[in-house]
């Protein structure tokens, strides 16, 4: 080991050496016989910097990944500390100057979704300023170490010879402090998460004149004024994931910014700018990345003139428009072009075929039409063709395939595009990944695909492929397929036993015609099974590696069987849909500890809920619904403090809601307990759920009044859509089911209170109020009486208003116009008087029975004409039809919430989204990762 050191030290002598002649590199003799000389001119390591190094050492154990790196170091407090792995001395004076103690091994990961960055650590340490010691050092790595709980060193400042420093993804607590601004010295500044709050002031960068490399993705920069706070002189400056909402950089000293080659803004969802004209001025520009912004507008000419760029992410800006600019043949060195997730109209660029050196072409998710032209097949050197999600047409035939030897990703993905080949076809590269999904490729599986050993994600869903699959899919799956989605085909037969060891790690059969009992063993590799929609029926095997399972829409009849419990691995569970009877096996809750999400809906379980559910601790979904469970809302359920979603309605459920539910269920966002048997008061606490955005508790049998302190619920206050952390993280785990990607997306704006069909009285308290964000508020069939309170006009967000079947009393408040969202509004068979307000908005809405049965009203809409004279106010007999409008808009909320959810996601893809956000997605978090990496390998190699 230590020869291994002392040769990296001799290596990099041997470098230097080499940089002042070259010829010696030539002459590995003469070179080694300097080295030898030099080294043993060399002082060797000074002993006030090696204990500098032990005290260091000595101060760090708690922190394991930094103890293991440092565990080699010598033990006795001498011994050449120059020889110790990760510090590098002065050839001649022996000073350690520089240290680099990154975490290579395990490599870094992003920060984990769960992350608190807001937690405050136990106790707040310190690293040790015994470093200080090293008065040369001027290059130090501690990269990739967590010190989360460990202040932000101050003591860094004073390292005057510092020209490399290394903090990424190191989460120090604290602020940075501004000495930092005292290493005037530095070129590199690498600071990608290295902070685990958020950053108040940069001024400090101001004092670095010759920096050349900056990198401050990661850190929370919302509330910070980065621009003219940068140096002109960079050369490469990252700012992903910042949370910046303006440009860094400031139009005015743009042009100064002339050594720029690496600008990296991704990620910046807040930045909703045009592309700025500066940008086009950054003449050195090679990478350019704007990716995963809010950049509207379209892609000017001017980008033509960025003529030593190789690599363009504009992908995910979603508002980008127009065509693609012709300028762009002038990028003769671009690589990567990832123009992906937008609004770009156009045929396909034909001028493309100029860009010899393109390697990536992605344009997936616009609007991009026509046919393929056959100059695609001379870009010899692409391997990344992205396509998907468009309206091209016609086919790609061996004209377009047959040079494009390199091809390692093709994705024509929901296209009319087909793949015009003789069925003997080889194709001459190797896919790994196929991205096929709605194209029109079957009715058989594709034969050409059997020659693709090296596929690890395979997409042919919903393109018609019927009968039984040939023997060889299930082959090429086992040793390369890591993801295999077949859904919405035709596929029939069973599901083959697997093979104990594949590489599958996911397998998607959503609706096709498969059936059968399951297969009794599983790859110990799949971790997630989505076999929903089928007429697969038997036992339940057991399954012990599977992390998710989807069977929702089967034929499963009986008892669940209580093997389900020895899937001990499970995280997502979704059994809804079939014809599961009998009660939930209590060993549930006493196995599946990981338990994350647990969809039970629409069965025919009947029974409690048993009380080891209170062991899912980590049970962030509990659904239930539609099944004849009875019984009180067990107080198990306390412990299940990781709760957001829990929907129990349409049981049996009886009792009283209790009070604990507001108070321990602090994230509980969304509580459907509707049409059920529940009694007694709402409890005031469920108002303390600082969380809670949707409140469904109607067809009860709930009296009491409406808890006058509803305005405290903050989440329904709350205008902004500001993502609900929570929801962003089960958004992550969603994304197994590579779906509900856009579940919190959605989920921020359902803000609801449904509390019809009870027995509840009493006035509809002032405080409703305050809740700006609410967008439905249902309180019909309840025998609320008082006035409709006038500070209903605040609620600025609401859509839909129901509060009929009451006895409310006076006049419809004169401030209901002011609600410009309101689109749906019942106020019928209450005992309002006086004159209709003059609904703007409902003009087109304006429906007379949305105020029948109030005899008291006149006025537009009504026929009844306005007079002076006292109305009659007799009490009418209610119908019963006037409510159901009113839920039935509501319930289309509830399903666009359960939909997502649980997927009843053609609703959603049909309004919102198409399926091939996941792919976007993949996508994303690939090259977030693998982009930053690679970007960062070439980067340094160019410097
Ligand atoms: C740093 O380490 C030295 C040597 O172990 C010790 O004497 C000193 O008290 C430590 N300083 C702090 C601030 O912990
Ligand atoms: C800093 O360290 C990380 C790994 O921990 C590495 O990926 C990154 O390239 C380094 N930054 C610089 C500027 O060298
Ligand atoms: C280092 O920076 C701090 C704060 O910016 C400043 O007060 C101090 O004088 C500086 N120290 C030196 C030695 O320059
Ligand atoms: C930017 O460049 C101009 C002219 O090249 C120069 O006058 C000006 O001082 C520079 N600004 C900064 C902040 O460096
Ligand atoms: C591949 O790229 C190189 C330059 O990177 C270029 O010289 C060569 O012509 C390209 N090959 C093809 C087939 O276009």
Not at 430 to 459: K, M, Y
Not at 490 to 510: A, C, D, S, W, Y
Not at 670 to 679: C, E, K, R, V
Not at 744 to 773: F, Q, T
Request: overall charge negative.
């Amino acid at each position: 080991m230590y020869t291994l050191v002392q040769f990296r030290s001799f290596a990099v002598m041997n470098a230097t050496i080499a940089a002042m002649n070259p010829l010696l590199l030539s002459r590995p003799l003469l070179s080694w016989c300097l080295l030898a000389i030099l080294f043993t001119a060399t002082s060797g390591c000074l002993s006030h910097e090696r204990d500098a190094l032990l005290a260091f050492r000595a101060g760090m154990n708690y922190i394991p990944t930094l103890r293991a790196r440092l565990s080699s170091w010598g033990r006795r407090a001498h011994g050449d500390c120059c020889s110790w792995p990760g510090v590098i001395c002065h050839p001649t004076t022996g000073h350690v100057i520089k240290l680099k103690l990154r975490n290579s091994s395990p490599p870094p990961d992003d920060p984990p979704a769960a992350y608190d960055y807001n937690a405050s650590p136990q106790q707040v340490r310190e690293i040790n300023s015994s470093l200080l010691a090293l008065t040369e050092l001027k290059y130090l790595d501690l990269s990739s170490h967590d010190f989360h709980g460990v202040l932000f060193p101050q003591f860094i400042g004073s390292f005057k010879e510092l020209r490399y420093l290394n903090l990424s993804s190191s989460y120090f607590t604290g602020g940075i402090p501004p000495q930092i601004g005292n290493l005037s010295r530095l070129r590199y500044l690498d600071l990608q998460f290295a902070l685990d709050s958020h950053v108040d002031t940069l001024d400090w960068l101001t004092q670095f004149s010759s920096l050349q490399h900056l990198d401050l993705s990661g850190l929370d920069l919302a509330l910070t004024n980065v621009a003219s706070t940068l140096s002109a002189s960079l050369k490469v400056l990252r700012m992903s994931e910042c949370g910046i909402n303006s440009f860094p950089i400031s139009s005015s000293l743009a042009d100064n910014f002339t050594s720029l080659i690496t600008f990296d803004l991704s990620g910046n969802p807040s930045l909703i700018s045009v592309l700025p004209e500066w940008l086009w001025n950054l003449s050195s520009l090679a990478h350019l990345d704007l990716s995963y912004c809010a950049f509207r507008g379209g892609i000017p000419d001017a980008i033509g003139g960025l003529s030593s760029l190789t690599h363009l992410d504009l992908s995910f800006n979603r508002e980008l428009e127009g065509s693609i600019p012709g300028s762009m043949a002038q990028l003769r060195r671009l690589e990567e072009l990832n123009l992906g997730g937008n609004q770009l109209t156009g045929n396909f660029p034909r001028w493309i075929q100029q860009l010899t050196s393109l390697t990536t072409l992605d344009l997936n998710e616009n609007l991009l039409h026509g046919f393929i032209p056959g100059s695609l097949g001379k870009f010899g050197n692409l391997t990344e063709l992205d396509l998907g999600g468009n309206s091209f047409q016609g086919a790609l035939s061996l004209v377009h395939l047959d040079n494009l030897t390199k091809l390692e990703l093709l994705d024509l993905s929901s296209n009319s595009l087909n793949i015009s080949v003789h069925k003997d076809w080889i194709p001459p590269f190797q896919l790994e990944v196929a991205g096929f999904g709605n194209c029109d490729l079957g009715p058989s599986f594709p034969p050409w695909l059997r020659h693709q050993t090296r596929i690890n994600s395979l997409d042919l869903s919903g393109n018609e492929i019927a009968g039984v699959l040939p023997d060889w899919v299930w082959n090429i799956s086992q040793f390369t397929i890591d993801y295999l989605e077949l859904s919405d085909n035709n596929i029939q037969g069973k599901l083959p036993n697997f093979p104990e060891h594949t590489n599958l790690n996911m397998l998607r059969l959503v609706d096709n015609l498969l059936e059968g009992p399951l297969p009794e063993k599983l790859p110990v590799e799949l971790s997630t099974l989505v076999l929903d929609g089928n007429y697969f029926s038997g036992q339940l095997p057991i399954w012990p590696y599977v992390d998710s399972v989807s069977l929702s829409d089967n034929k499963f009849s009986g008892a669940i069987s209580s093997s389900v419990c020895q899937w001990t691995m499970l995280s997502f569970l979704d059994l809804s849909s079939n014809e599961f009877s009998g009660e939930i096996p209590h060993c549930l809750g006493e196995s599946l500890y990981g338990l994350e999400i647990l969809n039970l809906d629409n069965n025919l379980l009947s029974g409690e809920i048993p009380t080891t559910i209170g062991f899912l601790t980590s049970l962030r979904i509990l659904r239930l619904s539609k099944n004849g469970l009875s019984g009180g809302i067990s107080s198990s359920l306390q412990t299940c403090s990781e709760l957001v979603l829990l929907d129990l309605s349409n049981n049996n459920f009886s009792g009283s809601i209790p009070t604990w539910m507001g108070e321990t269920l602090s994230s509980l966002a969304f509580l459907i307990l509707g049409s059920n048997h529940l009694s007694g008061y709402i409890p005031q606490q469920l108002a303390h759920s600082g969380k809670l955005q949707m409140l469904d508790l109607s067809h009860n049998n709930l009296s009491g009044t409406i808890p006058p302190n509803i305005w405290n619920f903050s989440a329904m206050a709350s205008t902004s859509q500001v993502r609900n952390e929570e929801l962003e993280y089960l958004e992550v785990e969603l994304a197994m089911k590579g779906q509900m990607l856009y579940y919190s997306y959605i989920s921020d704006l359902i803000r609801s209170i449904d509390l019809s069909c009870n027995n509840l009285v009493g006035e509809i308290p002032a405080g409703v109020g305050y809740l700006a964000g609410l967008i439905n508020l249902n309180l019909s069939m309840n025998h609320l009486n008082g006035s409709i309170p006038q500070k209903i006009g605040r609620m600025e967000s609401l859509e839909s208003l129901d509060l009929s079947n009451n006895e409310l009393s006076g006049n419809i408040p004169e401030t209901l116009p002011s609600l410009h969202f309101l689109s749906h509004l019942n106020l019928s068979y209450n005992n309002l008087s006086g004159r209709i307000p003059f609904l703007q908005q409902l003009q087109s809405l304006d429906d007379p029975s949305i105020y029948a049965g109030n005899p008291g009203l006149c006025g537009p809409p009504i026929s009844k004409l306005c007079s002076n004279t006292k109305v009659n106010q007799s009490g009418e007999p209610h119908e019963t039809n006037a409510h159901e409008e009113g839920s039935e808009w509501l319930w289309i909320w509830i399903s666009i919430v359960l939909g997502l959810v649980m997927g009843f996601w053609t609703f959603c893809g049909i309004l919102f989204f198409n399926k091939k956000w996941r792919y976007g997605y993949f996508h994303m978090v690939d090259s977030l990762h693998d982009g930053v990496l690679l970007r960062l390998e070439l980067l340094l190699r160019r410097d």
